[in-house]
Nanobody, 124 residues
Framework: QVQLVESGGGLVQAGGSLRLSCAAS????????MGWFRQAPGKEREFVAA????????YYADSVKGRFTISRDNAKNTVYLQSNSLKPEDTAVYYC?????????????????WGQGTQVTVSS
């Protein structure tokens, strides 16, 4: 059983930054790709960013490209999402997820374990 626990969300003003963390249980974290998704009120959950098992390959949604950075520390079983230049439209619950393969994917159906989410609210 894999558990994913997100943290680091909060309330921030537009233009500010937050660093989200996702701590994973289990000894096989370093074998799998990880992703971040978000769901805003009244909207469907959408892809934000993903990273390969080694961290060598990353992929971003166009809406966050150049502002967000995904990274991972396999020694700490943790994946991060550094979010800069935040906008009110970034307000959402952010989820991390594990893909049971080494390469990243933007497709939610390719992920098998999900965290409970962390709220990010950006005020204007």
């Amino acid at each position: 059983q894999v558990q994913l626990v997100e943290s680091g969300g909060g309330l921030v003003q537009a233009g500010g930054s937050l660093r989200l963390s996702c701590a994973a249980s289990g000894r096989t974290f370093s074998s799998y790709a990880m992703g971040w998704f978000r769901q805003a009120p009244g909207k469907e959950r959408e892809f934000v960013a993903a990273i390969s098992w080694s961290g060598a390959s990353t992929y971003y949604a166009d809406s966050v490209k150049g502002r967000f950075t995904i990274s991972r520390d396999n020694a700490k079983n943790t994946v991060y999402l550094q979010s800069n230049s935040l906008k009110p439209e970034d307000t959402a619950v952010y989820y991390c997820a594990r893909r049971p393969r080494g390469g990243w994917s933007a497709n939610q159906a390719d992920y098998d374990y999900w965290g409970q989410g962390t709220q990010v609210t950006v005020s204007s």
